[in-house]
């Protein structure tokens, strides 16, 4: 393993000098290549799919990760839709981010160059393979993919297509290689791999704790989120409850859905009932704290819900007595990815905006919205919950850093 690494790693290095050099052009092209195959190669897709999707039942996996596995023609064309958005996004390398001439008449200027071999790690969704090849090409960025177990078949059937199409436009094949032998010492290896120049892992608190204890190389962490809604005392009830529901039944299985809901005392005797009722008919399970099940009956919260990740249709509701009482709740136990408000008061919500620390904060609208493709991004990487080197929604400039050029003529310092 270590050995197969290696030479993964000095194939990646040398084919982040080619793209490095590499026009809008021939990126876009190669990227318009990638949708083509793709395309070309849905029925084995499909298939190959279906046999993770297979194995995952048969390996018990929960109805929310089958539903981020599963690849059907809608998501395929997705896939390929998405790598065609990223080929008519702005070319982030070379772009200029200022310049001036110093006391000594030197001509400083800051340009956008990739960050070179990334290194992404990935659970569940297959898509993210097409996603994270798209975003570094088109960054000049060469990138080593490991996808989980349960969409071994997807992502080699997908990372097939993506090969075919980079060699039929002359890149090289070290632009976008996939890590697929199983076991987790596989894995390990890639996250020490000094051949990287960053490691993004997108996934839970497992993934997300192997990387701490074994990465050799800066990790942008990414993927987990854990989102809540605050339904102010002067919120539109019908507004809430319809944000609410989007929310967190949309798409339960993803990182953007809420996972709390905060409601103000003065405004729960009206908003829990049609929220339980919209809830109940959207299948969500409610556990609520004592304070709300004197208000609706549903099952009771304990200590450890306000810390879960449900990705399932499970919602757990707490009453709060004031903004100050639901941004402490979120302190305590957001993960700083996504975080809303519902309400008419324009000064709670400027206290919200103000006062919550979060990737991406909310005022009357769904969390469900954090997203690369509705962001103007194309697509993502993942949404970051850090704060360097990149927040939130990762497109392709975030897959850049930058390079001072000094031009001058003669100059020596004294």
Not at 103 to 115: F, T
Not at 292 to 298: F, G, N, S
Request: aromatic residues 4%.
């Amino acid at each position: 393993m270590e050995n197969k690494l290696k030479s993964m790693g000095l194939s990646a290095r040398e084919a982040a000098r080619s793209l490095a050099l590499a026009g809008r052009k021939e990126k876009d092209r190669a990227l318009r290549e990638m949708a083509s195959s793709i395309r070309s190669r849905r029925d084995p897709i499909v298939e190959a799919n279906g046999l993770d999707l297979e194995e995952g039942r048969k390996a018990g996996l929960s109805e929310p990760l089958l539903e981020r596995l599963t690849l059907d023609d809608r998501r395929i064309e997705s896939m390929a839709v998405g790598l065609e958005q990223i080929a008519v996004l702005p070319d982030p390398i070379g772009a200029g981010l200022g310049s001036y001439i110093n006391e000594d008449g030197l001509e400083i200027s800051r340009v956008r160059v990739p960050l070179g071999v990334i290194g992404m790690i990935y659970e569940s969704r297959p898509n993210v393979t097409a996603d994270a090849a798209g975003l570094c090409l088109k960054s000049g960025n060469a990138v080593i993919l490991r996808g989980g177990k349960e969409a071994y078949h997807s992502n080699r059937a997908i990372a097939d297509a993506i090969g075919k199409a980079l060699g039929n436009v002359g890149f090289p094949a070290g632009a976008v290689q996939l890590l697929d032998d199983p076991g987790r010492e596989a894995t390990q290896a890639l996250m020490a791999l000094d051949s990287l120049d960053v490691l993004i892992p997108r996934g839970g608190k497992g993934l997300k704790a192997a990387v701490k204890q074994h990465a050799k190389v800066p990790v942008i962490m990414t993927g987990m989120g854990l989102c809540h809604l605050y339904v102010d005392s002067s919120a539109d009830v019908d507004m809430a409850v319809r944000i609410a529901v989007n929310a967190k039944a949309q798409r339960p299985s993803v990182c953007n859905s809420i996972e709390t809901l905060l409601v103000h005392s003065d405004v729960a005797s009206r908003f829990l009932p049609p929220l339980v009722k919209a809830m109940e008919e959207a299948g969500v399970e409610l556990r609520g704290d004592d304070r709300v099940r004197k208000v609706v009956p549903m099952n009771s919260a304990v200590d450890d819900d306000w810390d879960t990740e449900y990705l399932a249709l499970i919602l757990s509701i707490k009453m709060v007595d004031s903004l100050d009482q639901a941004m402490d709740h979120i302190h305590l136990h957001g993960s700083g990815h996504s975080e809303a408000i519902v309400t008419r008061d324009y000064g709670n919500s400027r206290r919200f905006l103000d006062g919550v620390d979060a990737a991406a904060v909310y005022v009357n609208a769904s969390t469900r919205f954090t997203d690369g493709a509705v962001f103007g991004l194309g697509a993502e990487m993942g949404i970051s919950t850090q704060k360097l080197h990149a927040r939130g929604p990762m497109g392709v400039e975030q897959l850049t850093t930058v390079k001072f050029r000094v031009s001058g003529s003669g100059q020596i310092r004294s």
